[in-house]
């Protein structure tokens, strides 16, 4: 199985920016559909954006629509969650995974963002 592991969260203010990245595995991620997701503390974990390796189109959950961008890296084999005007809510610990590994509920290492207000 793929073992993608995230990086890059932190401590943001309500309105700022910060760049997550997601690399790991040693397989190229054009192989692969990558997503992010984030989990809150006693809550399930939700998707909040995909991008596909077939066609390279991407989606996004409501909640962070025009606020976050996805993109991929492939001579890096690094896909990124570019988040802005962050708010309190998008406080979690974010996750990315491919597909397969989602159907198998394989998780790696996720990262912490908190956002203040």
């Known amino acids: 199985d793929v073992q993608l592991q995230a990086f890059g969260g932190g401590l943001v203010q309500t309105g700022g920016s910060l760049r997550l990245s997601c690399a790991g595995s040693?397989?190229?991620?054009?192989?692969?559909?990558i997503g992010w997701f984030r989990q809150a503390p006693g809550k399930e974990r939700e998707g909040v954006s995909v991008?596909?390796?077939?066609?390279?189109?991407?989606h996004y959950a409501d909640s962070v629509k025009g606020r976050f961008t996805i993109s991929r890296d492939n001579a890096k084999n690094t896909v990124y969650l570019q988040m802005n005007s962050l708010k309190p809510e998008d406080t979690a610990v974010y996750y990315c995974?491919?597909?397969?590994?989602?159907?198998?509920?394989?998780w790696g290492q996720g990262t912490q963002l908190t956002v203040s207000s």
């Open positions: 995974n491919d597909e397969t590994s989602v159907a198998l509920d394989y």
């Open positions: 040693g397989f190229t991620y054009p192989d692969y559909v």
């Open positions: 991008i596909s390796s077939s066609d390279g189109s991407t």
